[in-house]
T-cell receptor, first 109, second 111 residues
Framework: RKEVEQDPGPFNVPEGATVAFNCTYSNSASQSFFWYRQDCRKEPKLLMSVYSSGNEDGRFTAQLNRASQYISLLIRDSKLSDSATYLCVVRETGNQFYFGTGTSLTVIP | NAGVTQTPKFRVLKTGQSMTLLCAQDMNHEYMYWYRQDPGMGLRLIHYSVGEGTTAKGEVPDGYNVSRLKKQNFLLGLESAAPSQTSVYFC??????????FGPGTRLTVT
C-alpha cells in the first residue's frame, strides 16, 4: 500500500501556462498536508502547507479534498524558475510523514 | 537551509564498513528526522526523535541506529554498510506547525 501517490509526469509546459498536480492519500485519518519542491540534487524545500479551506500564495494555490482524499497544487503563470520536482507530503497521525515520489515539472521558454 | 547542516556531504564506503552521519540544527527544535531518498521511491523515514535522549523507528529502520545525546544533534549510524544502503540521506527538523526543514543531504555510496 502506498500511502501517498502522485503522477510522476513529466509535465512540460510553456512559460505563462497554468499547470495542476494532484496527489492522493490512503489514510482518511491523515491530519496535515504539504507541498514541497525539490530541485535536482538538492534538499526538499517547503512550498506551502495545505489547509482545509484551501490556500493561496502568490501564483500557487493548494486545495484539500478530504472526501476524495486528494490534495492539489495549481501553478499559474508558470516561470522557468518553477521547473522542479513537486513532492506531496502527508502526516497521518503522530510524528511520521509520508512522501509521494514527486511530479516533475519543466517550464519551457 | 543554514539552520540544518549535515556532515559529510559525500562518502564512499566498502561493504561492512561503518560510519556516522551527523545532523546539527541551530533552531532549538525538538523534532528531528532521518530520511533516505532513492530513485522512484520518494523519501522514506528511517528514524526520528521527539527530543533530547529519545529516538523512535520509522518506516525503514533496519541496518541503522541513531542517537540524540544533545538537542542540537541527531546522529545516524551504519554499523555494517551494505550496497542496499547506497542512497541520499536527508535530515530534517520539524516546527510546531509540522512543517519540516531539510539539511543539504549526504550522498552515500556503498561498494
Amino acid at each position: 500500500r502506498k500511502e501517498v501517490e502522485q503522477d510522476p509526469g513529466p509535465f512540460n509546459v510553456p512559460e505563462g501556462a497554468t499547470v495542476a498536480f494532484n496527489c492522493t492519500y490512503s489514510n482518511s485519518a491523515s491530519q496535515s498536508f504539504f507541498w514541497y519542491r525539490q530541485d535536482c540534487r538538492k534538499e526538499p524545500k517547503l512550498l506551502m502547507s495545505v489547509y482545509s479551506s484551501g490556500n493561496e500564495d502568490g501564483r500557487f494555490t493548494a486545495q484539500l479534498n478530504r472526501a476524495s482524499q486528494y490534495i492539489s497544487l495549481l501553478i499559474r503563470d508558470s516561470k522557468l524558475s518553477d521547473s522542479a520536482t513537486y513532492l506531496c507530503v502527508v502526516r497521518e497521525t503522530g510524528n511520521q510523514f509520508y512522501f509521494g515520489t514527486g511530479t516533475s515539472l519543466t517550464v519551457i521558454p | 537551509n543554514a539552520g540544518v547542516t549535515q556532515t559529510p556531504k559525500f562518502r564512499v564506503l566498502k561493504t561492512g564498513q561503518s560510519m556516522t552521519l551527523l545532523c546539527a540544527q541551530d533552531m532549538n527544535h525538538e523534532y528531528m528526522y532521518w530520511y533516505r531518498q532513492d530513485p522512484g521511491m520518494g523519501l522514506r523515514l528511517i528514524h526520528y526523535s521527539v527530543g533530547e535522549g529519545t529516538t523512535a523507528k520509522g518506516e525503514v529502520p533496519d541496518g541503522y541506529n541513531v542517537s540524540r545525546l544533545k538537542k542540537q544533534n541527531f546522529l545516524l549510524g551504519l554499523e555494517s554498510a551494505a550496497p542496499s544502503q547506497t542512497s541520499v540521506y536527508f535530515c530534517a527538523i520539524r516546527d510546531s506547525s509540522y512543517e519540516q526543514y531539510f539539511g543539504p543531504g549526504t550522498r552515500l555510496t556503498v561498494t
